[in-house]
T-cell receptor
């Protein structure tokens, strides 16, 4: 069974631009969560989607948004990029919502210049 | 103060050593306790999970949860160079998201 696929693996953007990251969960998994990982803050929860509905949201500004499609694939968008948005963005899928068993992708490394 | 605090490390041990990784937490609602392993340039991989208190063993790995002290540990016996990675503890209540520690980087030297 294929794992969680995140694209692209690397992105370089400049301040003020916007970016869209993509995540394809494990086949059959209906829940997708997004996390931001930085050396200083560790893994910070962004949001979780289950069957196209946002179920949980972390403490991030409204510039961070996401959505989930009917095939469970998810996208995350960050608008008006700031230098502090540079991070590894990780997507995790699980078979049910609010699961303790998360399966992570390899992440998208975003650099904002 | 963070809900989950993890011993920061880094930790460097010789091959064959016993490794102890530890986390404390403040949220009494946490019921699920997980350990993830993250290799460089990869996403975290679920290593073990425990529900409520007690011990769980899987090969060379043992997870311990002490809810009375709000303290969890992961022990690695006979550590191998392939165990070199960052280890993240994570916890969650019955409903809601997983909350992660900041990770401990372990290096096992041959």
């Amino acid at each position: 069974k294929a794992g969680v696929t995140q694209t692209p693996r690397y992105l370089i953007k400049t301040r003020g631009q916007q970016v869209t990251l993509s995540c394809s969960p494990i086949s059959g998994h209906r829940s997708v969560s997004w996390y931001q990982q930085t050396p200083g803050q560790g893994l910070q929860f962004l949001f979780e989607y289950f069957s196209e509905t946002q179920r949980n949201k972390g403490n991030f500004p409204g510039r961070f948004s996401g959505r989930q499609f009917s095939n469970s694939r998810s996208e995350m968008n960050v608008s008006t990029l700031e230098l502090g948005d540079s991070a590894l963005y990780l997507c995790a899928s699980s078979s049910t919502g609010n699961s303790e068993k998360l399966f992570f992708g390899s992440g998208t490394q975003l650099s904002v210049l | 103060q963070k809900e989950v605090e993890q011993d920061p490390g880094p930790l460097s041990v010789p091959e064959g050593a016993i490794v102890s990784l530890n986390c404390t937490y403040s949220n009494s609602a946490f019921q699920y306790f997980m350990w993830y392993r993250q290799y460089s340039r990869k996403g975290p991989e679920l290593l073990m999970y425990t529900y409520s208190s007690g011990n769980k063993e899987d090969g060379r790995f043992t997870a311990q949860v002490d809810k009375s002290s709000k303290y969890i540990s992961l022990f690695i016996r006979d550590s191998q160079p392939s165990d070199s990675a960052t280890y993240l503890c994570a916890m969650k209540a019955n409903a809601g998201k997983s909350t992660f520690g900041d990770g401990t980087t372990l290096t096992v030297k041959p």
